[in-house]
């Protein structure tokens, strides 16, 4: 027996798993079922030491972002990437291996023994799941079913690659060696053509089902009313990021490669530990509380300076306290474990919603439900502190009597997360060049300033180096919103580099000093260079 090489197990495991891969999306986007790729590297994600991941992510960021995607959502492409290369990459090693192992095996049989191979393929995946807690049996089944196609596809290929040296080929019908070559060639460019139209067939059946489920909501809280600070004297220079972002451009960070989709009727939320009533609420319940309102700047404690990482909605629920308050806090209790369905989880301190009653279980946003990647049916909204503090898909709430470090702490980043004083030049709008009275010309530039929930107290700007001119604060939509700010800049030819910084609401100035986001997020000045 002649077997193919390696090399060959290698391109037949790529093309078929490029065909598994669009058939498991279009699966997954039609019939809800799970998408092991994702399984995999969530579970990998939770598992490999939070450097390295970051490492790879942020790897994959800098290469999509130079390819000029959408900013907001560079860091999801970049995982789902990282996610669906990895597999590909086991899928040609894996048939490389497989190639190599059924030498051994008959070659009537090796079809078989190839499903065999992808069934121990399938195990890896299937634990993920299961440790993750996503699907069902039918999920399992669907996987190994899958993987099992997988095998057989590779196992038949290698069959039909391999060649008797006493006839030449298995399968062509003449002995000589350029035919048999040949032959191999053409089974090969075969093969190659239907995995891609297998491959193209599931991605488009996977982007037809995903457009028709997008389910149509509401209209929006700000499509219906006026903001808090229209009419506002300071307006904000042309091509300043949006003062509320659109939910659409919400920027989004979270450890699963596909947001949670929860039931919200069958969602409960436990609120139990240290108190003297435990309670299962529904949404129904909770909403049932009189809502409040905020406007919020939502930051990651991953965004750069000048970072995409953040933005501004109108967040609506219910102040934790008065949930806490009908459960019976027993003394004892100082701390809150705030646990989520993904099964990332944060530690309260007490002390924070007993001095501020903002800290709220959120289910809307502006006016909507909490969209799924969001963290539909609840969240909680802590002011002044980073994301990583606030858990999205919220479903168990424990009063418990000591601090413990949550998902990201344990994972090396900073214990209170609080937000960094930032500010940022989002345009020098040289194509809005105004006449002053006084016959000199002005250039408006602006951007956003943010320190938590401390509001911003001052910005300015510096051209050159030369000396920091106070820029104008346009009122912002709470104190707990960045503010957007503009100044005027006197034109001058050339070109030239803009720096801002801001002092939040008590004085203090933001941190000059250049710091990376890891541990406690980033911190310096940031700065722009226009040609004119
Ligand atoms: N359950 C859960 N909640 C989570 C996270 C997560 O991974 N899982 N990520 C946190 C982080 S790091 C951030 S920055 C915010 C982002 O919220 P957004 O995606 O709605 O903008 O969610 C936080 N809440
Ligand atoms: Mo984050």
Redesign the pocket.
């Given at each position: 027996m002649v077997e193919p090489r390696m090399r060959a197990g290698a391109l037949v495991g790529a093309a078929v798993g490029a065909a598994l891969t669009a058939v498991l999306w279009a699966a997954s986007e039609a019939a809800r079922l799970t998408f092991p790729p994702y399984d995999l590297f969530d579970w990998m994600a939770r598992a490999l030491p939070g450097g390295l991941v970051t490492f790879g992510i942020d790897s994959m960021v800098t290469v999509i972002r130079a390819l000029g995607a959408e900013a907001a959502t560079v860091a999801k492409t970049a995982e789902l990437t990282l996610a669906i290369g990895i597999f590909i990459v086991g899928a040609t090693l894996a048939g490389a291996a497989l190639f190599w192992a059924l030498r051994r095996v008959p070659p009537e049989r090796r079809p078989w023994a190839g499903g065999v191979g992808g069934l121990l393929l399938a195990v890896p995946f299937v634990l993920a799941a299961l440790l993750l807690r996503r699907g069902g049996a039918d999920d399992v089944l669907w996987t190994l079913a899958a993987f099992a196609g997988w095998g057989v596809a590779v196992g038949w290929a290698q069959r039909r690659l391999a060649r008797s040296p006493r006839t030449g080929a298995a399968t062509a019908p003449r002995e000589e060696p350029g035919v048999v070559v040949l032959d191999r060639r053409r089974f090969m460019v075969k093969l190659g053509g239907s995995a891609a139209v297998i491959t193209v067939a599931g991605a488009a059946v996977g982007a037809f089902a995903s457009s028709r489920r997008r389910e149509v909501e509401g209209v929006a809280w700000s499509a219906r009313n006026r903001l808090p600070n229209e009419g506002a004297d300071v307006e904000p220079v042309a091509g300043t990021r949006p003062e509320l972002t659109p939910l659409d451009m919400?920027?989004?960070?979270?450890?699963?490669a596909r947001p949670?989709e929860v039931s919200g009727e069958d969602w409960r939320l436990r609120i139990d530990g240290l108190v003297d009533r435990p309670m299962t609420l529904t949404l129904e319940d909770l909403r049932a509380y009189p809502p409040t309102d905020q406007f919020v700047t939502?930051?990651?404690?991953?965004n750069r300076i000048a970072g995409s990482?953040t933005?501004t909605t109108r967040w609506t629920g219910v102040p934790l306290m008065r949930v806490l308050d009908d459960a019976g806090l027993r003394p004892d209790a100082t701390h809150l474990r705030i646990r989520?369905?993904?099964?990332?989880?944060?530690t309260l301190d007490l002390a924070v919603p007993r001095e501020d009653e903002r800290v709220m279980l959120t289910y809307a946003w502006d006016g909507l439900p909490l969209r799924p990647?969001?963290?539909f049916p609840l969240?909680i909204y802590i002011p002044d502190r980073?994301?990583?503090?606030?858990?999205?898909?919220?479903d168990s709430i424990e009063a418990i009597a000591e601090w413990e470090p949550g998902?990201?702490v344990r994972r090396g980043w900073d214990r209170e997360a609080r937000m960094k004083a930032t500010s940022v030049i989002d345009a020098v709008a040289t194509d809005m060049m105004l006449t002053e009275m006084e016959g000199g010309m002005t250039v408006p530039v602006g951007g956003i300033a943010h320190a938590g929930a401390r509001g911003i107290s001052r910005v300015e700007v510096s051209v050159d180096g030369g000396p920091w001119q106070a820029a104008r604060l346009r009122e912002p939509l709470s104190e707990t919103t960045w503010v957007l700010w503009r100044y005027d800049w006197p034109f001058q030819e050339g070109d030239h580099t803009f720096a801002v910084r801001c002092f939040d609401g008590d004085g203090t100035p933001q941190i000059a000093e250049r710091t990376p986001v890891r541990p406690d997020g980033a911190t310096g000045i940031h700065s722009t260079q226009v040609m004119l």
């Amino acid at each position: 027996m002649v077997e193919p090489r390696m090399r060959a197990g290698a391109l037949v495991g790529a093309a078929v798993g490029a065909a598994l891969t669009a058939v498991l999306w279009a699966a997954s986007e039609a019939a809800r079922l799970t998408f092991p790729p994702y399984d995999l590297f969530d579970w990998m994600a939770r598992a490999l030491p939070g450097g390295l991941v970051t490492f790879g992510i942020d790897s994959m960021v800098t290469v999509i972002r130079a390819l000029g995607a959408e900013a907001a959502t560079v860091a999801k492409t970049a995982e789902l990437t990282l996610a669906i290369g990895i597999f590909i990459v086991g899928a040609t090693l894996a048939g490389a291996a497989l190639f190599w192992a059924l030498r051994r095996v008959p070659p009537e049989r090796r079809p078989w023994a190839g499903g065999v191979g992808g069934l121990l393929l399938a195990v890896p995946f299937v634990l993920a799941a299961l440790l993750l807690r996503r699907g069902g049996a039918d999920d399992v089944l669907w996987t190994l079913a899958a993987f099992a196609g997988w095998g057989v596809a590779v196992g038949w290929a290698q069959r039909r690659l391999a060649r008797s040296p006493r006839t030449g080929a298995a399968t062509a019908p003449r002995e000589e060696p350029g035919v048999v070559v040949l032959d191999r060639r053409r089974f090969m460019v075969k093969l190659g053509g239907s995995a891609a139209v297998i491959t193209v067939a599931g991605a488009a059946v996977g982007a037809f089902a995903s457009s028709r489920r997008r389910e149509v909501e509401g209209v929006a809280w700000s499509a219906r009313n006026r903001l808090p600070n229209e009419g506002a004297d300071v307006e904000p220079v042309a091509g300043t990021r949006p003062e509320l972002t659109p939910l659409d451009m919400h920027y989004r960070i979270d450890i699963n490669a596909r947001p949670l989709e929860v039931s919200g009727e069958d969602w409960r939320l436990r609120i139990d530990g240290l108190v003297d009533r435990p309670m299962t609420l529904t949404l129904e319940d909770l909403r049932a509380y009189p809502p409040t309102d905020q406007f919020v700047t939502l930051a990651c404690i991953s965004n750069r300076i000048a970072g995409s990482l953040t933005s501004t909605t109108r967040w609506t629920g219910v102040p934790l306290m008065r949930v806490l308050d009908d459960a019976g806090l027993r003394p004892d209790a100082t701390h809150l474990r705030i646990r989520s369905i993904d099964g990332f989880h944060e530690t309260l301190d007490l002390a924070v919603p007993r001095e501020d009653e903002r800290v709220m279980l959120t289910y809307a946003w502006d006016g909507l439900p909490l969209r799924p990647r969001h963290g539909f049916p609840l969240r909680i909204y802590i002011p002044d502190r980073y994301g990583m503090k606030q858990p999205k898909w919220i479903d168990s709430i424990e009063a418990i009597a000591e601090w413990e470090p949550g998902y990201w702490v344990r994972r090396g980043w900073d214990r209170e997360a609080r937000m960094k004083a930032t500010s940022v030049i989002d345009a020098v709008a040289t194509d809005m060049m105004l006449t002053e009275m006084e016959g000199g010309m002005t250039v408006p530039v602006g951007g956003i300033a943010h320190a938590g929930a401390r509001g911003i107290s001052r910005v300015e700007v510096s051209v050159d180096g030369g000396p920091w001119q106070a820029a104008r604060l346009r009122e912002p939509l709470s104190e707990t919103t960045w503010v957007l700010w503009r100044y005027d800049w006197p034109f001058q030819e050339g070109d030239h580099t803009f720096a801002v910084r801001c002092f939040d609401g008590d004085g203090t100035p933001q941190i000059a000093e250049r710091t990376p986001v890891r541990p406690d997020g980033a911190t310096g000045i940031h700065s722009t260079q226009v040609m004119l």
